[in-house]
């Protein structure tokens, strides 16, 4: 893998929208997978094809600006984890791609574990690449490529504060911001979280997101990110943003 062909803020691949089943992968019932607020009725995920929403939503636009390379070490954070489908779909794309970091740190934080039981059945698709499942918080061992998961049910910021169970020694590469919408769950979005995250991540770090909210939008902008909604024919708006990388040294 060519770690070079990152394209730059602001542009795209060019490439046409991946959909999930077009690559011959078996239909998931998207209702048994998702879960839904106990409150606001609100779905987890897009449940006509939560495979498509994680590659098209979260992981590939976040790939196209920051790819992860053979031989570095790549931090994830998954703020909303429930079931972990954008983790599962990041180790899912480095298996296929054959991408071996010399270390991975997959972190997630689920504020509401008892709203993910029962577990359905893990679909074949993840198979091999989300060993939490079924699990509330704990660590695993990822052999290959080499690294570990961490999920905490914690909820963010605190997880990533003084005390708190997560936060990467070396911080973030990549960020899924993936908790309920915030116009509907206002309470969720904690005061200091986009703060907490922004500390988190490295130079050059990639968020992703589902929602475009002006108020989320600008707020990261106002902490230093690049932000962009990306639009995308077939595809509902989504959010990538990313922090100013580190000059070249010279
Ligand atoms: C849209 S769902 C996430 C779906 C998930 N990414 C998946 O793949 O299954 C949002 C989740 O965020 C959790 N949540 C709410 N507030 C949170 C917080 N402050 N920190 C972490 N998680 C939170 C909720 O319990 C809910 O399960």
Not at 96 to 101: A, G, N, R, S, W
Not at 113 to 135: F, I, K, M, S, T
Request: glycine share 10%; with cysteine; net charge neutral.
């Amino acid at each position: 893998m060519d770690c070079s062909n990152a394209v730059r803020f602001g542009q795209h691949s060019g490439q046409a929208p991946r959909r999930a089943r077009s690559l011959g992968l078996e239909p998931l019932d998207g209702a048994t997978l998702s879960y839904r607020h106990p409150r606001s009725g609100e779905w987890a995920h897009d449940v006509r094809d939560p495979l498509r929403e994680a590659v098209q939503v979260s992981v590939d636009p976040a790939w196209e600006l920051r790819p992860v390379c053979t031989g570095e070490r790549f931090a994830c954070l998954e703020v909303g984890f429930g079931r972990g489908l954008n983790s599962a779909t990041l180790l899912r794309k480095l298996r296929e791609e054959q991408i071996d970091p010399s270390w991975l740190q997959v972190d997630g934080c689920e504020a509401n574990p008892a709203w993910l039981h029962p577990w359905p059945a893990l679909p074949e698709v993840w198979q091999d690449c989300a060993p939490w499942w079924g699990q509330d918080s704990g660590t695993w061992p990822l052999r290959s490529p080499n690294g570990q998961a961490r999920i905490c049910t914690q909820a963010a910021p605190a997880c990533l504060g003084k005390g708190g169970s997560l936060g990467s020694g070396s911080g973030y590469d990549w960020i899924f911001l993936d908790l309920f919408s915030p116009g509907g769950h206002p309470e969720d979005w904690h005061p200091g979280l986009l703060e907490a995250l922004t500390t988190a991540a490295l130079p050059g770090a990639v968020l992703t997101s589902y929602t475009c909210a002006r108020q989320i939008r600008d707020s990261l902008a106002a902490l230093g990110w690049m932000v962009e909604r990306l639009r995308r024919p077939g595809i509902r708006d989504t959010l990538r943003a990313q922090l100013a990388p580190l000059p070249p040294r010279s």
